[in-house]
């Protein structure tokens, strides 16, 4: 190669290098404006998130006295290991399907935790 050609290649490397540098300064520039609104998402994703899980805790709550009261039950008839019952619940809170909720409810009324 001759000089001119290195310092052409030269050259264009140094254009490349400058252009790079200025866009990741314009990244980290629109990074910082963005973060504070992406983690206001997230935020809010997580907080419904919370929220639908605590209604369904409700719900399986309200669900599972209810089948108690039709049994004419004061206390549940027997308990269920914990390494059983906290899956089994937990599964049961996030459970979207109305009738797989029914189906848990009806078992966590004969079979609470045991303590």
């Not at 001759?2 to 866009?23: F, L, N, P």
Request: glycine letters at 6%; proline letters at 5%; a negative charge.
């Amino acid at each position: 190669m001759d000089e001119s050609t290195i310092r052409s290649a030269a050259d264009a490397t140094k254009a490349v290098a400058e252009t790079s540098g200025k866009a990741l300064e314009i990244a980290s520039s629109i990074g910082r404006i963005v973060k504070g609104p992406v983690g206001d998402l997230i935020g809010i994703v997580e907080d419904r998130v919370k929220y639908a899980r605590w209604e369904r805790r409700l719900a399986l709550t309200d669900k599972a006295e209810a089948v108690m009261r039709n049994r004419k039950l004061n206390a549940p008839t027997r308990g269920l290991p914990l390494n059983f019952a906290v899956p089994l619940l937990t599964h049961a809170i996030l459970e979207e399907d109305d009738e797989l909720q029914e189906l848990t409810y009806q078992s966590w009324t004969v079979c609470p935790p045991l303590t």
